[in-house]
């Protein structure tokens, strides 16, 4: 898992047109590596599914003045259910919607989506997650200073970033399970310096236990047995 | 015994009036059965035919469609017949007809008001066969009409065949018709050219400003393809469009490009899939 997220950092996405006389550039961006750098949550926090992402970048000019097409047909009726076009703000630091993608059945009767990119940035289609109640929960081991969660998860490409609230707490997550190869990534101050621990979500799930414990808590192997989160599995 | 006589009078009298010769313009010129002066008009309606028999009995001409009526400088685009009319003239007869006519030269002005056309011939025969086969297909789009006159009179594409006023299929047929009789096979896109400055819709502005078509190809996984013009020294000079996660299998893909700061010449159109390799390429000529 590690290995494959540090050779598409490396690699990046596709670039497709390099010509420097062209007006712009677009590259299209890998799933793993977006969701990981810029998360999957809407503007009010609320996870998202990552669909496909591309970066648009302009040649000597704001915008374009005519825009590019970009289309995603989907390949079933119920792939996706509602796919919404956001676009990456930097200064927010967040994503934030666009226009509502153009809907409309292709040639070939499958669903069709499309936007128009005038100007530069990163862009992307995204799946709303049903809401669901707040099933997962992240625990801190005691004396651990943990200063955030993070889960990094491919199909759905999902990535959230948990921070503790004002009473120390974290907030409970909106999703309904962890994949086992889902990566959380553990930011805590030892000294006075943040440092941070790599581990997949199978790693913490205590296999000694019955399964119904096991949907009840996780536990933090590589360390104590504390608790680390809990997670309703099955549903 | 009166009355009889007085109905063989009259049925010989309107017997006469009702037959008539029946010619050809062609014909009628050659036997000098008429004379003929064509005159340019500004307005919805441009060419009046002022006709007149020569005989002293009735004729009947029929004014051909695909007949050209020129001006003697050469300035100016000739009237082009576009659909028939048969005027019947009584002996030493002279009539004023308006013509259904559009122009037949994209590289010069379209006539101006009172302006004289003295010569006439037969356009190509092809031209001659695909307005007869318009008319026969009742097609009123006078934009298609004029567009086809100028595919056979100045070599425009077939690709600028097209027409807003006209649905697709009736479209579709008439290439078709002219793909047959030309032997050629019909464009994958249409280009539709900027309105002349003049703002008369039977002059040529010469400045194509849209493409519109359908490609269609097999993309052989699912992945991102983009759709890129590309020069004929292979540079690419626009994405015209990018289709995230194009689902594996056949794909007709709608495209309409914008030739805004795209310089006339021949390019090709391009399906890119992420490797930077094409998936098929269609030629396409912008000028």
Same mark, same amino acid.
Request: hydrophobic residues 40%.
């Given at each position: 898992m590690k290995i494959s997220l540090f050779v598409m950092l490396i690699f990046g996405g596709n670039v497709f047109c390099q010509d420097p006389? =062209?007006?712009?550039?677009?590259?299209? =961006?890998? /799933? =793993?590596?977006t969701a990981s750098t810029y998360t999957t949550c809407d503007d009010n926090g609320k996870p998202m599914e990552l669909i496909s992402a591309l970066r648009i970048d302009i040649n000597g000019r704001t915008c374009l003045d005519n825009g590019l097409p970009v289309f995603l047909q989907l390949e079933k009726v119920k792939e996706f259910k509602k796919p919404t076009w956001y676009r990456w703000e930097p200064s927010a630091k967040n994503w934030k919607k666009q226009e509502v993608p153009q809907g409309y059945n292709s040639m070939e009767g499958k669903p069709e989506f499309n936007v128009i990119i005038k100007c530069p940035g990163i862009y992307a289609f995204f799946e709303p997650i049903p809401v669901v109640q707040y099933k997962i929960e992240f625990k801190s081991p005691k004396k651990m200073n943990v200063v955030k969660y993070k889960i990094t998860q491919e199909a759905p490409f999902i990535c959230l970033e948990i921070k503790p609230k004002k009473d120390g707490e974290f907030p409970k997550i909106p999703l309904r399970t962890l994949k086992f190869d889902a990566l959380i990534t553990i930011t805590y /101050?030892?000294?006075?310096?943040?440092k941070s621990i790599d581990m997949l979500a199978g790693a913490l799930y205590d296999f000694t236990q019955s399964a119904e414990d096991i949907i009840k808590t996780l536990q933090y192997k590589p360390g104590k047995?504390?608790? =680390?989160?809990?997670?309703?599995i099955n549903q | 015994?009166?009355?009889p006589m007085l109905i063989i009078v009259m049925h010989l009298l309107i017997g006469q009036v009702l037959t008539a010769e029946n010619l050809t313009f062609?014909?009628?010129l050659k036997s000098k059965a008429i004379r003929f002066d064509v005159k340019s008009e500004t307005g919805l309606r441009r060419m009046l035919l002022k006709i007149k028999n020569n005989k002293k009995t009735n004729i009947q001409v029929d004014v051909e469609s695909g007949r050209f009526f020129s001006e003697a400088t050469g300035l100016y685009q000739p009237f082009v017949v576009a659909k028939?009319?048969?005027?019947?003239?009584?002996?030493?007869?002279e009539k004023e007809v308006w013509m259904e006519a559009f122009c037949g030269n994209s590289s010069a002005s379209s006539p101006k008001k009172d302006l004289k056309f003295k010569g006439t011939k037969m356009g190509p025969q092809l031209l001659c066969e695909v307005l007869q086969e318009m008319n026969k297909e009742k097609i009123v789009s006078k934009s298609l009409y004029q567009k086809v006159i100028w595919h056979f009179t100045n070599n425009h594409q077939l690709a600028s065949l097209y027409a807003h006023d006209l649905d697709s299929n009736t479209l579709k047929k008439t290439i078709q018709f002219i793909c047959a009789k030309e032997k050629s096979n019909p464009s994958w896109y249409a280009i539709e050219y900027a309105d002349a400055v003049s703002g008369d819709e039977l002059e040529f502005s010469g400045i194509p400003i849209q493409i519109k078509g359908t490609l269609s190809f097999y993309n052989p996984e699912r992945e991102t393809v983009s759709i890129e013009l590309v020069r004929e020294n292979g540079e690419t000079v626009r994405v015209i469009q990018v289709h995230l996660k194009q689902p594996q299998g056949f794909a007709n893909l709608p495209i309409d490009l914008s030739l805004n700061k795209i310089p006339k010449g021949k390019y090709q159109v391009r399906v890119v899939n992420t490797e930077g390799k094409s998936l098929k390429e269609w030629p396409l000529y912008a000028s």
């Open positions: 006389q =062209l007006p712009f550039t677009f590259t299209e =961006l890998d /799933l =793993l590596e /101050l030892e000294k006075g310096k943040e047995t504390q608790t =680390l989160f809990t997670s309703n | 015994m009166k009355i062609e014909e009628a028939p009319v048969a005027i019947r003239l009584a002996a030493g007869e």
